[in-house]
């Protein structure tokens, strides 16, 4: 028996000859994600603007206003935020703490909404709570930035010393782009936004970073191998060489992500949304977005030839690449 084949081995698809549509749909979802950011914001969790999340199970759906009613009534609670996890009887009750609340003032708040909610709607049950301080949120906010920001740079870094300038650039930028639309996702939904999704933001990054490395790694050795041929040519086969094993990693675990996300808990359903929308942009931004960026960078066919040898091909009157013409 065969083993099946996602892809050909002999499969030839152009993807650079549709790069400019490719780049003006990134680039275009890029800027809505930015507006989106700046417009409507983030739902930020009690990780980074502290407060106390107390988790309720009802017995039948309630509307979410006759809730907020009820909770912005108890003495000393009130600017509730109410908000459903996945099925209309799971209730998120958030509400705000003083920076310098104790956990006893923390506990009795938690205490107040459990028993408000017991005695409006019988049969709820409070399934958890969380509380975090107003100061230790600012301290994870922080965390999780520096950790986006040192992420993005080691990275290029890395990418420049091991490869070339125009690699580095286009890993940076692809990596922008996969971030850039995970973030718009989330202001455009309003999910929750919290330390879950920072480290899903991190798992794409890894994930994309390692399929661009992929096609970048192929691309290098078919720069010393085919060293006329034109760029978007090897730069198409680079992709196409690479691309069985991009498709069948990209749908296995999609495949897994797209289980947790209608069978997997509510806790965890804005992280699983994350790392599926980032599997989705990452093998995308790696096909088009990383390789196109190493067209229009210039990339020269003897970036990885020793220069003994490139002088030695000019000598013979070896032929050349006419960059002029190049799109």
């Given at each position: 028996?065969?083993?099946?084949?996602?892809?050909?081995?002999d499969?030839?698809?152009?993807?650079?000859?549709?790069?400019?549509?490719?780049?003006a749909l990134?680039?275009?979802?890029?800027?809505a994600?930015?507006?989106?950011?700046?417009?409507?914001g983030?739902?930020?969790g009690?990780?980074?603007?502290?407060g106390?999340?107390?988790?309720?199970?009802?017995?039948?759906?309630?509307?979410?206003?006759?809730?907020?009613?009820?909770?912005?009534?108890i003495?000393?609670?009130?600017?509730?935020?109410?908000q459903?996890?996945?099925?209309?009887?799971?209730?998120?009750?958030?509400?705000?703490?003083?920076?310098?609340a104790?956990?006893?003032?923390?506990?009795?708040?938690?205490?107040?909404?459990?028993?408000t909610?017991?005695?409006?709607?019988?049969?709820?049950?409070?399934?958890?709570v969380?509380?975090?301080?107003?100061?230790v949120s600012?301290?994870?906010?922080?965390?999780?930035?520096?950790?986006?920001?040192?992420?993005?740079?080691?990275?290029?870094?890395?990418?420049?010393?091991?490869?070339?300038?125009?690699?580095?650039?286009?890993?940076?930028?692809?990596?922008?782009?996969?971030?850039?639309?995970t973030?718009?996702?989330?202001?455009?939904?309003?999910?929750?936004?919290?330390?879950?999704?920072?480290?899903?933001i991190?798992?794409?990054?890894?994930?994309s970073?390692?399929?661009?490395?992929?096609?970048?790694?192929?691309?290098?050795?078919?720069?010393?191998?085919?060293?006329?041929?034109?760029?978007?040519?090897?730069?198409?086969?680079?992709?196409?060489?690479?691309l069985?094993?991009?498709?069948?990693?990209?749908?296995?675990?999609?495949?897994?992500?797209?289980?947790?996300?209608?069978?997997?808990?509510?806790?965890?359903?804005?992280?699983?949304?994350?790392?599926?929308?980032?599997?989705?942009?990452?093998?995308?931004?790696?096909?088009?977005?990383?390789?196109?960026?190493?067209?229009?960078?210039?990339?020269?066919?003897?970036s990885?030839?020793?220069?003994?040898?490139?002088?030695?091909?000019?000598?013979?009157?070896?032929?050349?690449?006419?960059?002029?013409?190049?799109?």
């Open positions: 028996m065969r083993p099946l084949k996602l892809v050909p081995d499969t030839n698809i152009p993807f650079l000859k549709y790069r400019n549509i490719a780049m990134s680039v275009g979802l890029i800027v994600s930015i507006v989106l950011c700046i417009v409507r983030f739902n930020l009690i990780d980074f603007v502290g106390q999340t107390v988790r309720v199970t009802l017995a039948q759906p309630v509307p979410v206003e006759e809730i907020r009613i009820k909770v912005d009534a003495d000393g609670l009130g600017g509730a935020t109410i459903q996890f996945g099925s209309p009887t799971d209730i998120g009750i958030r509400t705000p703490l003083p920076a310098d104790s956990d006893a003032a923390a506990e009795e708040a938690a205490r107040k909404v459990r028993v909610i017991e005695r409006a709607y019988p049969g709820a049950k409070v399934s958890g969380e509380s975090v301080s107003g100061k600012e301290e994870l906010a922080w965390a999780g930035t520096k950790a986006l920001i040192f992420a993005m740079l080691g990275i290029a870094a890395y990418i420049w010393f091991r490869f070339e300038w125009q690699f580095a650039v286009g890993a940076l930028f692809a990596l922008f782009h996969d971030v850039a639309l973030l718009g996702f989330f202001a455009l939904t309003r999910l929750e936004f919290d330390l879950n999704i920072v480290a899903a991190l798992t794409i990054i890894g994930y970073l390692n399929d661009t490395i992929v096609v970048y790694d192929r691309i290098r050795e078919n720069l010393r191998k085919y060293r006329k041929m034109g760029i978007p040519e090897l730069l198409d086969l680079s992709i196409n060489e690479t069985s094993r991009t498709v069948v990693t990209s749908l296995s675990i999609g495949i897994v992500l797209t289980i947790l996300l209608v069978l997997g808990p509510d806790v965890i359903f804005g992280f699983t949304a994350a790392m599926l929308l980032g599997i989705v942009i990452g093998t995308f931004s790696s096909v088009y977005v990383s390789a196109a960026i190493l067209l229009w960078l210039r990339l020269k066919p003897d990885f030839v020793p220069k003994e040898v490139v002088a030695g091909d000019a000598i013979k009157g070896g032929e050349r690449v006419d960059f002029k013409d190049m799109p």
